[in-house]
């Protein structure tokens, strides 16, 4: 006799639509008559928007396409945007790195370690500084330069990169090149960037030294969809923390470093479990 508990599957369920009464029990009487056993349940409703978000974690023993069928229904009539995800499925990332190597490092390391659910089959950079620790991981590493005259090939490239490796999800771990508005268009909702501030704070060269320069006592960094409109893109996570006088600009750099690897990790840890969900200009996240 086979053990029922090794036929289940787990599925993670995303959808947004127009917020009217019955969306929650429509949903979960579909899931319950596929033999669903649902696991977590998040919801909201937006007041500014009127829509409706939901994910749904679930197990189950009936295959994807009878799953579908049932909720197929449910979400014609309520009008749903919606998505069905294989929970656990690691998505495929590319990291776009420049020079400095701590966030690029951070993300390698939890995945390595298990705590970050991606999968890193390229890595892309405009400079060959980090080969090296791409090396180390064990990831290829791509050499892809970037000039005002190349600029153009260069995206051409990195879009074949992306095709070739099927990638899921864009990364800038302080990848140091302005993405073109049409690539940026072509990536909307799968291209997450860090920003080295609180935004909207603190913008262009060297932000750690203009907060020093003002005094400022809250440091932070901002991780954000990356949209056409420069830093302007949907924010995922943000972190503070607090710095005083005494500190000096330098060791504004180093803290900021850490605080920008832990915000775009747990960015991309949060999009790679479909926590994160579109509203207009800002995101709602499931944590």
């Known amino acids: 006799m086979t ?12 959808l947004s639509c127009a917020d009217q009464p019955g969306i929650v029990h429509a949903v979960a009487g579909a899931l319950v008559s596929s033999g669903c056993n649902i696991t977590e349940s998040q919801q909201y409703g ?12 679930m197990s189950t023993a009936a295959p994807r396409t009878a799953l579908e069928a049932h909720l197929a229904p449910v979400a014609t009539a309520f009008g749903m945007a919606w998505a ?3 929970d ?11 020079k400095a190597a701590h966030c690029l490092n951070d993300l390698l390391f939890q995945q390595r370690s298990g705590t970050l659910p991606i999968e890193i089959p390229a890595i892309v950079s405009n ?24 600029r153009d090939a ?16 864009v990364v800038l771990a302080r990848y140091m090149q302005i993405l073109s508005d049409g690539l940026c268009s072509e990536l909307v909702g799968r291209a997450i960037n860090i920003h080295h501030s609180f935004l909207p704070s603190f913008k262009g060269a060297k932000p750690y030294h203009q907060a020093h320069a003002r005094g400022v006592k809250l440091i932070g960094a901002t991780a954000h969809y990356v949209t056409p409109a420069l830093d302007e893109g949907p924010i995922i996570e943000q972190e503070v923390i607090r710095v005083d006088h005494a500190r000096s600009a330098q060791q ?8 920008e690897g832990r915000t775009l990790t747990q960015a991309v840890q949060w999009h790679a479990e479909h926590r994160v969900l579109l509203d207009g200009g800002r995101t709602i996240v499931f944590n």
């Open 154 to 169: 260069a995206e051409d490239a990195l879009r074949a990169v992306i095709a070739e490796h099927n990638i899921e999800l």
């Open 84 to 86: 069905l995800h294989d």
């Open 46 to 57: 937006s007041p500014d928007t009127g829509t409706f978000f939901m994910r749904v974690a």
């Open 88 to 98: 656990g499925a690691p998505a495929r990332t590319l990291i776009l790195a420049s």
């Open 252 to 259: 504004f750099v180093a803290i900021g470093r850490d605080v």
């Open 3 to 14: 053990d029922s508990a090794t036929t289940q599957t787990s599925f993670i369920l995303t």
């Open 127 to 150: 400079h060959t500084e980090l080969a090296d620790l791409a090396a180390f991981y064990g990831i290829p590493f791509h050499h892809i330069p970037v000039t005002p005259d190349t």
